[in-house]
């Protein structure tokens, strides 16, 4: 199978179906029925024959092309317009995904630049490597809706439209397609195939239309009913409904004031992108699209986190979408494990995901967006119904707790690169403790919320008595840092705390008392868990020093933490935000407005953000969009505005 591109630029979907495209309108990737999962497309190329009876057809993606992109207004339609000098061509291509369908549209008006006539033929090129597998796919012509149906197991997708084709082949087509020779083969166990339609003559400044369909299915006949009802309603009756269902969404969000165009563009496609990435049957958000299914960088992105989903269900929420939040946190429900925690991350249908280790800050989150979400909406029934959980989240944590340091027990942190106690979690597992006592006492069960509170106290004076470093002029980013046994004897040496665990099984784990490192994490000590005052001055020192210390040299922006090496160690749209946040919570509004303005300039040409922009360059890096770099992004602008400056030049 191809390697897919692990930066894309756009994306279209209606929750159920999810594709991303890059910058030059090629469709990269196609999820369906699930947005996380499968994944079904290895290509799918369009291009023109008849430029050059001399050349072979060239593709749309391929060399020669000039491109501009752009959603259609405030939808998820995405339009891209290609322009070939060499072959006097160009190709407006607009792509959507249809709501309540199991169909992507995909709309071409291509126009002669030629001063001649030219006898033009559009080619589509489909290699669906369905539930990502090459073996056992089978591709074969349907002569009664006249389209390619590509199927495999319980999968398939019928390729067509409502225009008569003119020649197809399946399996091994590729060639074929180029020298615009299909062959007519009517079926292989393949997973491509081709189809082309002839223009006949078109005269300098003409414009031909052609309309594709991609429909799913759960057999060859569903996914052949759905284009034929495709073609029957047309691309403009689609095109209409798409528009309307957008702004319709779009209708339900709580009206801000935001004079500044770009601030209000990319605010409102936060919004439009906040739906693409939430699961419409059960309400999970996930981290963004998948552009790391090999785990080559990372461990994937097409997931749902407990940590990264409250950040963003807090921004949904408080952009007025309380409906969506609700069934986010009902679905989270299902996933909590026998003790009352949640693991790493899930699939978004609630099964188990790939995961390397306990990460207790999950926990806390969740418990703390839920009661963020009963503070902000004040439904009962919403209480009442996650209350079970919420009792058994929080018994859990109230347990979860390291009698040595009054911290709770070491476990991943929130970047999932090492195990100890660090405060990022401790400040999410006082959140979530004190989130689950109002909830208590609001239910009657007062005797636990005053457990949970005295631990949640605890855990704060532990902090505030024991964590600060005055070296750094910051807060310790851990205690009993879990390290490699050299690092173990080089602090040691060096005549710094350290010790060892021995496991029942003889296995040892070296840690270090002390982590020193500074980490834009350490915010989160106030924003969002409101642990330790934003006055209090460790806390707005500890700012200055992320500040100083964290700021990118070149590009600008704050940077995860010291020594940081994933994808090169760059600065990423959240931290830069989080930050942002601090600053307007104290006060220091010119500061957030630099750092908001810094995530504007960093956008990709659609609106979306990325996770990281490059430290030499300033481009997008990795990840776009991530869904939590838009939920820090609405929070931001929210708390701008909220403060009277959002709007002040």
């Not at 057999?219 to 029957?232: F, G, I, V, Y």
């Not at 005053?450 to 704060?460: D, P």
Request: aromatic share 12%; net charge negative.
């Amino acid at each position: 199978m191809r390697k897919k591109p692990y930066l894309i630029d756009g994306l279209i979907g209606n929750s159920k179906m999810l594709a991303s495209l890059t910058k030059d309108g090629q469709l990269q990737r196609l999820n369906w029925p699930r947005i996380d999962f499968p994944q079904h497309l290895n290509n799918f190329y369009t291009g023109i024959y008849g430029y050059n009876t001399e050349k072979p057809a060239c593709f749309m993606h391929e060399d020669g092309w000039n491109y501009e992109q752009y959603y259609e207004g405030n939808t998820n339609i995405l339009v891209t317009v290609g322009v070939n000098t060499t072959m006097e061509i160009e190709i407006k291509q607009i792509d959507f995904v249809v709501p309540g369908m199991d169909v992507l549209v995909r709309d071409y008006t291509i126009r002669s630049l030629s001063s001649s006539e030219k006898d033009l033929t559009f080619i589509v090129y489909s290699d669906f490597t369905i539930d990502d597998r090459e073996r056992f796919n089978t591709v074969l012509y349907n002569k009664d809706e006249d389209c390619l149906v590509h199927y495999h197991r319980q999968y398939s997708f019928a390729v067509g439209s409502s225009l008569e084709t003119t020649h197809y082949q399946c399996g091994q087509a590729f060639a074929s397609a180029k020298e615009n020779k299909l062959s007519g083969r009517e079926v292989m166990n393949k997973t491509d195939g081709a189809l082309s339609w002839s223009f006949g003559s078109v005269n300098p400044g003409e414009e031909r239309r052609l309309t594709v369909f991609i429909a799913a299915g759960i057999s060859k006949d569903e996914s052949s009913e759905m284009l034929s009802t495709a073609k029957r309603l047309g691309s403009e009756e689609l095109y209409r409904r798409t528009v309307l269902y957008w702004d319709e969404f779009l209708s339900q969000a709580t009206p801000i004031d935001i004079k500044d165009e770009k601030i209000n563009n990319i605010y409102i496609r936060s919004l439009l992108t906040f739906k693409l990435l939430n699961d419409e049957v059960r309400g999970n958000f996930i981290a963004g699209p998948e552009v790391d299914e090999d785990y080559d960088y990372s461990g994937g992105y097409a997931y749902c986190w407990g940590r990264d989903a409250a950040y963003i269900a807090t921004a949904v929420d408080q952009a007025g979408y309380h409906q969506l939040v609700s069934k986010f946190y009902y679905s989270m429900i299902a996933t909590q494990g026998k003790d009352g925690a949640w693991d790493q991350r899930h699939y978004i249908d609630g099964v188990l995901a790939p995961t390397w280790g306990l990460q207790i800050d999950e926990t806390g989150s969740i418990l703390w967006g839920m009661n963020e979400h009963y503070t902000l909406t004040g439904d009962d029934e919403f209480i009442q119904r996650v209350w079970p959980a919420v009792e058994k989240g929080a018994n859990f944590l109230n347990t979860f707790i390291d009698s040595e340091t009054n911290l709770p027990l070491p476990s991943m942190d929130l970047w999932e690169k090492r195990s100890g106690e660090h405060l990022y979690s401790a400040a999410s597992v006082y959140g979530g403790l004190i989130g689950s006592a109002e909830i208590a006492r609001k239910l009657g069960h007062t005797k636990l919320a005053i457990k949970w509170e005295k631990t949640a106290r605890k855990i704060k004076k532990a902090i505030l008595d024991h964590c600060w470093n005055e070296e750094s002029g910051s807060f310790l980013r851990a205690l009993k840092l879990a390290v490699d046994e050299g690092m173990y004897i080089e602090v040691n040496e060096a005549g710094k705390e350290t010790m060892v665990e021995t496991n029942t099984k003889g296995y040892k784990t070296y840690r270090i008392m002390k982590d020193p490192v500074v980490d834009i994490s350490l915010l989160g000590l106030n924003v969002p868990f409101n642990m330790i005052d934003e006055q209090d001055e460790r806390m707005i020192k500890t700012a200055e020093t992320i500040e100083r210390l964290l700021t990118s040299p070149k590009v600008g922006g704050i940077e995860r933490f010291t020594g940081d090496i994933y994808i090169g160690g760059n600065p990423w749209i959240i931290s830069t935000l989080w930050l942002a946040l601090y600053y307007a919570k104290i006060g220091r509004f010119e500061k957030a407005r630099g750092y908001l303005d810094w995530s504007v300039k960093h956008a990709n040409h659609l609106g979306l953000l990325p996770e990281q922009i490059d430290k030499m360059t300033g481009d997008p890096a990795w990840v776009m969009p991530l869904t939590w770099s838009h939920a820090m992004y609405v929070l931001t602008v929210i708390a701008l505005e909220k403060h009277g400056e959002l709007n002040v030049t």
